[in-house]
C-alpha cells in the first residue's frame, strides 16, 4: 500500500521546547490531517489542511501542507508536559476514495 | 461536543468466534469507516460505508469481515470467526461529507483474540 514517512519516530524534549515533525510520500494527497493519540484512546484531530502551501494554527500547534503535496509538517511550540502522546500524520490519497493513509507515529516525551 | 462512541471498550473472544464492534457515528455525519491498530503500530483503513454500501475496503478487509448499519444509528463491524491476528485496537470514525474528510475517531474497542 502507499507509504506515509514520518520522522522522526520519537523525541525526548524538554519543557518549553519547540517540536518539529514531518511526513514526506512519493504520492500526492488532498488532505492532510494531524492526530495525537494518548495510551488506550482514540486518535484526537489536531489539524486538517486542504490545499497546498496551507498553513494553520491551533494553539501552540502550527501546521502545513507542503507545497508539492507530498509532505507536511507539524511544529509544537513551547511544548508543555501534557504535549506527551503519539503523533501520527494521515493524509488523503488523489487517487484514492476518502479513506486515510495514516503515517507511523512520532512519540514524544516532555521532560518537566 | 458531538463524539464517535464504540462498545464494548474492550472484548475478549476464543479463537473461531464472532464477533461484533458497534459504533455510534456523529449524528449528522454520511461517511463511516472502520480503522484497525495492531498494537505498538500505525492505524490501518479497513473499510468505508456510505449509503448502505460499502464504498472502499482494503486487502484487510476480507471475507471474515463484514459491516452494517441496522437501524439509524450504529454502524457495526462483525468478524466471523476470529483469528489471533485480529487482536488490536478497533476504531470507527466517521465525516460529514467528502469535502471535509477530518475525520472523528471514536474510543476503540480492544479486541483480545485467544
Known amino acids: 500500500g502507499q507509504q506515509l514517512n514520518q520522522s522522526p519516530q520519537s523525541m525526548f524534549i524538554q519543557e518549553g521546547e519547540d517540536v518539529s515533525m514531518n511526513c514526506t510520500s512519493s504520492s500526492i494527497f488532498n488532505t492532510w490531517l494531524w492526530y495525537k493519540q494518548e495510551p488506550g484512546e482514540g486518535p484526537v484531530l489536531l489539524i486538517a489542511l486542504y490545499k497546498a502551501g496551507e498553513l494553520t494554527s491551533n494553539g501552540r500547534l502550527t501546521a502545513q501542507f507542503g507545497i508539492t503535496r507530498k509532505d507536511s509538517f507539524l511544529n509544537i511550540s513551547a511544548s508543555i508536559p501534557s504535549d506527551v502522546g503519539i503523533y501520527f500524520c494521515a493524509g488523503r490519497l488523489e487517487t484514492s476514495g476518502s479513506r486515510l493513509t495514516f503515517g507511523e507515529g512520532t512519540q514524544l516525551t516532555v521532560n518537566p | 461536543e458531538p463524539e464517535v462512541t464504540q462498545t464494548p471498550s474492550h472484548q475478549v473472544t476464543q479463537m473461531g468466534q464472532e464477533v461484533i464492534l458497534r459504533c455510534v457515528p456523529i449524528?449528522?455525519?454520511?461517511?463511516f469507516y472502520w480503522y484497525r491498530q495492531i498494537l505498538g503500530q500505525k492505524v490501518e483503513f479497513l473499510v468505508s460505508?456510505?449509503?448502505?454500501?460499502?464504498?472502499?475496503k482494503s486487502e484487510i478487509f476480507d471475507d471474515q469481515f463484514s459491516v452494517e448499519r441496522p437501524d439509524g444509528s450504529n454502524f457495526t463491524l462483525k468478524i466471523r470467526s476470529t483469528k489471533l491476528e485480529d487482536s488490536a485496537m478497533y476504531f470507527c470514525?466517521?465525516?460529514?461529507?467528502?469535502?471535509?474528510?477530518?475525520?472523528?475517531f471514536g474510543q476503540g474497542t480492544r479486541l483480545t483474540v485467544v
Open positions: 470514525a466517521s465525516i460529514v461529507t467528502l469535502g471535509r474528510t477530518e475525520a472523528f
Open positions: 460505508f456510505y449509503n448502505n454500501e460499502i464504498s472502499e
Open positions: 449524528s449528522n455525519h454520511l461517511y
